[in-house]
């Protein structure tokens, strides 16, 4: 199975980016360790031009790194036939006991990457490298996330044996099982419809009062977290019941498969889009006094909210429609 080309690019994708990252990571010590933007010697010269070759590393190790999360999906519901008993990307993860903790450490590597590229995207705004240091602090955060799961997803990958037999999703998500998946499925529609309108109003008024005022960077971030969590609660309680219409089939990734138009794609690309921007507004806001930012952090908070508030609106939209489309009634 380790000649399956997704699982040979996945290895190669993670090979690489620790790599860079890791290499990155010794760079950006040295960088936080000895900057001193006030000082003109030869050695803060050369950190001030290592850290363009350094930003430009670390920027493209983690567009892979982001990308490979859908590869991942993509090759787990591809490598589900190989399995007895699989139907879906969920009989696949669940083939040893590796396959759930790398999904989970990487939709969490991708979130802290995602602010990392916001932070850099707001510090080439600035003539005096004003985020410097959270940038690098940051990225030394991720290093170990990243070295983790790339040790969590070759430890899956190379452990998958053909001949094993695993799970199905109805039984991994159905009412009865132990487990957070299981209890979120089994949340009753009826608390979680409103839950979820409430939280997605929450979002936009947030949001717009934030562009009015710019005030409440924060809240509207840690809104944007609880939307992500309340989001996929909600595809689990009561989402997925409308698209597959069937009122017992809970499972969040058959909407990967042909059978349902690939949906889970853009559903978890918005989703997971617009946790990143939220999460980012919050990131930016206690560098609101860096003078060299003074005009530019706010045009980028802007745009990051629009973004966030126009991903959210995608995601409602396509569930939404599905729910109007769908003959099942609830």
């Not at 969590?229 to 909407?255: D, G, N, R």
């Not at 909210?305 to 769908?326: N, P, Q, R």
Request: glycine share 10%; net charge positive.
């Amino acid at each position: 199975m380790i000649q399956h080309p997704g699982i040979l690019a996945l290895l190669l994708a993670s090979g690489l980016v620790s790599l860079l990252l890791t290499a990155a990571g010794w760079q950006g010590f040295q960088i936080l360790r000895g900057w001193n933007l006030q000082s003109g010697s030869e050695g803060q010269l050369d950190l001030e031009r290592r850290t363009y070759l350094v930003s430009t590393l670390v920027t493209n190790a983690l567009v892979i790194q982001i990308l490979s999360l859908f590869l991942f999906i993509f090759t787990a519901d591809g490598l589900h036939a190989q399995f007895v008993g699989a139907m879906c990307a969920a009989g696949s993860l669940s083939a040893n006991a590796h396959g759930y903790p790398t999904l989970l450490i990487k939709v969490a590597t991708c979130l802290v990457a995602g602010v990392w590229l916001i932070l850099q995207r707001a510090d080439t705004q600035g003539h005096d490298y004003p985020l410097i240091r959270p940038k690098y602090a940051l990225l030394l955060i991720l290093v170990p996330l990243v070295l983790a799961e790339t040790w969590l997803q070759t430890s899956y990958l190379v452990g998958l044996k053909a001949d094993v037999m695993t799970s199905c999703c109805g039984s991994l998500f159905g009412q009865g099982r132990q487990g957070l998946a299981s209890e979120l499925a089994s949340l009753p529609p009826r608390l979680m419809q409103p839950v979820f309108w409430i939280s997605f109003a929450a979002l936009m008024v947030s949001g717009v009062v934030l562009l009015r005022t710019r005030r409440g960077a924060i809240a509207f971030s840690v809104i944007s977290f609880a939307f992500l969590c309340v989001a996929v609660a909600s595809l689990l309680s009561f989402f997925c019941l409308y698209i597959y219409e069937l009122p017992t089939h809970h499972c969040p990734f058959c909407l990967l498969q042909k059978e349902y138009g690939f949906v889970g794609y853009p559903i978890y690309g918005t989703l997971l889009g617009g946790a990143m921007a939220g999460l980012g507004v919050g990131a930016l806001a206690p560098f609101g006094d860096r003078k060299s930012l003074t005009s530019a952090l706010p045009r980028l908070q802007a745009r990051l909210v629009w973004s966030t508030l126009f991903l959210a609106l995608a995601f409602t939209l396509i569930v939404g429609i599905w729910m109007l489309l769908s003959p099942l009634k609830l």
